[in-house]
């Protein structure tokens, strides 16, 4: 079993910046790709971003493609971090860190993942 903790959202202004941050407790991030999921209400949750467990190679929703960037904590790997530059008012969502195995053809699917955190709000004002 995993437990995530994702915390770092907030309020920040158009053009500003924020750093996510998924928590793992339980066992350490090693065993599993991570992802970044967000959700507006009413609306599916969508990929936003991930990083293979091995390789450490990542993908991005092209939306957000130059604009966010996921990385690992290399030293403990519990943690991974989604740092977003630029955002806009359209990045406003509850923005969800997951852990799992998915298949190349479910990374970007939340059926390819296993645990889920509880959500951070990111709120961008125009």
């Known amino acids: 079993q995993v437990q995530l903790v994702d915390a770092g959202g907030g309020l920040v202004q158009a053009g500003g910046s924020l750093r996510l941050a998924c928590v793992a407790s339980?066992?350490?991030?090693?065993?599993?790709?991570v992802g970044w999921f967000r959700q507006v209400p009413g609306q599916e949750r969508t990929f936003v971003a991930a990083?293979?467990?091995?390789?450490?190679?990542?993908?991005y929703e092209d939306s957000v493609k130059g604009r966010f960037s996921i990385s690992r904590d290399k030293l403990n790997n519990s943690a991974v971090y989604l740092q977003m530059n630029s955002l806009k008012p359209v990045d406003t969502a509850v923005y969800y860190c997951?852990?799992?195995?998915?298949?190349?053809?479910?990374?970007?699917?939340?059926?390819?993942?296993?645990?889920w955190g509880q959500g951070t709000q990111v709120t961008v004002s125009s």
């Open positions: 997951t852990a799992g195995r998915p298949i190349l053809s479910s990374l970007r699917t939340t059926g390819g993942y296993i645990y």
């Open positions: 339980g066992r350490t991030f090693s065993d599993y790709d």
């Open positions: 990083i293979r467990r091995t390789g450490g190679r990542t993908y």
